[in-house]
């Protein structure tokens, strides 16, 4: 397993700023995620971050908009940028290892974005 | 990506025992079948994962039958705390990391 730490928990920002997550993680991994859930629904992936290389968005998600980095293998950063009240959501990081057989995903905490 | 389809919510006394069916007829062969359970303000949590036939750990126990067009995930004797929302995601072979869609997920409600 794989123990996942995300900062700031929570945060209430203003509209036309922007945020960045961090997610970090006590070993070293090769595929990290980044996912949105709004209220109420289901988690919706963003991107997938691959050390040293560029992220891959998922269709709807703009490196303008979501830029991320992962510098190394333990950590990972999300931006929300130019935020508007529609980004308001519980943004997760997670991490993909290998347990067992088959591939298992370990989620941080989530970050909780309002945004006015 | 295989998608999944389940209940979207189920209600269940404290006590009783909880199966939680999810379809998944695209699965492919390297696919792998995990549950995940997710309490409110939180991030999903790993519960269990098979290929084929029943896997138990000390949470629950996996059910897949020998077509491995659907699963399901049993709850014996939930508790108020088992309230949560439990997602069934097909994928991840092992030895290739791959992405996984989560479904809508299905809400159990434990009433006291």
């Known amino acids: 397993s794989a123990v996942i730490s995300q900062k700031p928990s929570r945060d209430i920002c203003q509209r036309g700023t922007s945020l960045t997550i961090q997610c970090q993680v006590d070993s070293q991994v090769t595929m990290m995620f980044w996912y949105r859930q709004q209220p109420g629904q289901s988690l919706t992936l963003i991107a997938t971050?691959?050390?040293?290389?560029?992220?891959?968005?998922e269709s709807g998600f703009v490196i303008d908009k979501f830029p991320i980095s992962r510098p190394n293998l333990t950590f990972s950063t999300l931006t929300v940028s130019n935020m508007s009240p529609e980004d308001s959501s519980i943004y997760l990081c997670?991490?993909?290892?290998?347990?067992?057989?088959?591939?298992?995903?370990?989620f941080g905490p989530g970050t909780r974005l309002t945004v006015l | 990506l295989a998608k999944t389809t389940q209940p979207i919510s189920m209600d269940s006394y404290e006590g009783q025992e909880v199966n939680i069916t999810c379809s998944h007829n695209?699965?492919?062969?390297?696919?792998?079948i995990t549950w995940y359970q997710q309490f409110p303000s939180q991030g999903p949590r790993f519960i269990i994962q098979g290929y084929k036939t029943k896997v138990t750990n000390e949470v629950a126990s996996l059910f897949i039958p020998a077509d491995r067009k659907s699963s399901t995930l049993s709850l014996p004797r939930v508790s108020l705390s088992d309230t949560a929302v439990y997602y069934c995601?097909?994928?991840?072979?092992?030895?290739?990391?791959?992405?996984?869609?989560f479904g809508t997920g299905t809400k159990l409600q434990v009433i006291p």
């Open positions: 997670s991490v993909q290892t290998l347990a067992g057989e088959g591939d298992t995903q370990y």
């Open positions: 995601l097909v994928g991840g072979s092992s030895g290739g990391y791959q992405k996984v869609t």
């Open positions: 971050a691959n050390q040293g290389s560029e992220a891959t968005y």
């Open positions: 695209n699965i492919a062969t390297n696919d792998y």
